[in-house]
């Protein structure tokens, strides 16, 4: 008896604040998806003028910038419930909009507080329930049904709620750029180096060196404001360079390094390539810190970072032009086990995302080969 006694006290007390609150404060409830007042008498007024009519009831005035806020939340696409909470002058005003009534059985707190008629029993003033669901107080025309996540009051058709716990609309995050996911790299090769005497011209076929790549990676939040973010992206990925040349000489193993010779006929004429290409893949780990900005920007994520690789494997392949025979040689070329270099990514609106890889160690061990390094730019997709 007395656990009973304590809890109508803290139900009457609890009743007691939400009515002195009451004096300073309008607190509202809109239904968003038809866009009316909940608890309003007059169905023939607009959303603004059954605003305004409330407002003016607490000597209130409903201005243009405060209207257009209420009209953005409601259009917002969100899948819960908002709020607006301002201050005009002494009283706060707090408006509840929530997407969809709430729905339940009899004891349901939508039913207990906004249909009066589910308190219709034997005839009692006043009734006092305790049950699963929460505490509901009844006196008269008002109904007071406190839960766990709020306080919900009925004086007729007009409710009022205060629900426990932040402000919804303070919580909700920027929706900024986010480089994580699946990520295919599509683009073309290019070297840089010096020229040797074994191989005085290594252009490629522009073409026809192209790099590909596919990412799987992810990011850590270092920083985040409203509009932009500073973030660690990491991640594994495997590449492969594949460096078309545009000459005749086919890279071959020596005992001393990598060689670059050409095929000779039974005549003793250079034999012509319609294909000759150096292939390499990676295992390769990216570090890429990034900024990252609204969707709606322009530019929505600058990154500049690194990566490490370790070889997978290396093969050549050359096709004669007149005879059609396939050379193909699988084999290490004294090709570097290990990589490094560095990358630049931008991510644009309405535009692929770009990116630029320069490798900073030489393709071949040293001796072994020329010394040079391989890069790769394009796009990211996906």
């Known amino acids: 008896m007395k656990k009973f006694i304590a ?23 809109i239904d968003k998806r038809n866009q009316t007042l909940v608890g309003a008498k007059t169905a023939n007024r607009t959303l603004r003028e059954e605003l305004e009519s409330a407002f003016e009831k607490k000597g209130l005035f409903l201005s243009d910038s405060l209207w257009q806020n209420i009209r953005q939340a409601i259009k917002t696409d969100s899948e819960g419930d908002s709020s607006i909470s301002v201050r005009i002058g002494n009283s706060s005003v707090k408006i509840a909009i929530s997407k969809s009534p709430l729905r339940g059985s009899a004891t349901s707190r939508e039913s207990l507080v ?26 008269g025309n008002e109904e007071t049904h406190v839960t766990w996540d709020g306080v919900y009051h009925s004086d007729g058709k007009e409710v009022t709620k205060v629900i ?6 303070k919580n909700k995050r920027p929706n900024l750029y986010n480089r994580r996911g699946l990520n295919l790299y599509l683009g073309l090769n290019a070297l840089s180096g010096v020229a040797t005497a074994s191989l005085p011209d290594f252009t ?18 270092l920083s985040e404001g409203k509009k932009s973010a500073f973030r660690l992206g990491y991640g594994l990925e495997i ?24 095929i000779t006929s039974s005549t003793g004429k250079e034999v012509a390539m319609s294909k000759n290409k150096m292939s390499v893949s990676y295992l390769t780990m990216p570090i890429m810190p990034h900024f990252a900005f609204d969707k709606k920007s322009a530019v929505q994520m600058i990154a ?66 020329p010394e ?11």
């Open 164 to 169: 426990w716990g932040k402000d919804s609309t």
């Open 114 to 139: 906004d249909s009066p008629e589910s308190w219709k029993n034997s005839g009692r003033k006043e009734e006092v329930r305790v049950g699963l669901d929460g505490i509901h107080v009844k006196d």
């Open 7 to 29: 809890i109508i006290c803290l139900v009457v007390s609890v009743f007691s604040l939400s009515a002195k609150e009451r004096q300073d404060s309008l607190i509202l409830k």
């Open 204 to 221: 490629l076929d522009p073409t026809g060196s192209r790099y590909a790549s596919l990412e799987i990676s992810r990011s850590v939040t």
């Open 239 to 262: 590449d492969w360079y594949n460096f078309m040349f545009d000459h005749n000489r086919i890279a071959t193993k020596g005992p001393n390094g990598v060689e670059f010779t050409t």
């Open 372 to 382: 040079m390094r391989g890069l790769a730019f394009g796009i990211r997709l996906l």
């Open 304 to 369: 500049i970072g690194g990566y490490i690789s370790y070889r997978l494997d290396t093969w050549t392949k050359a096709i004669e032009e007149e005879s059609g025979n396939l050379r193909k040689e699988t084999s290490n070329l004294y090709v570097n086990p290990f990589r490094y270099g560095l990358r630049a990514e931008f991510a644009l609106r309405h535009f692929p995302d770009l990116f630029f890889s320069y490798d900073l160690s030489p393709i071949f061990e040293p001796g072994k080969g």
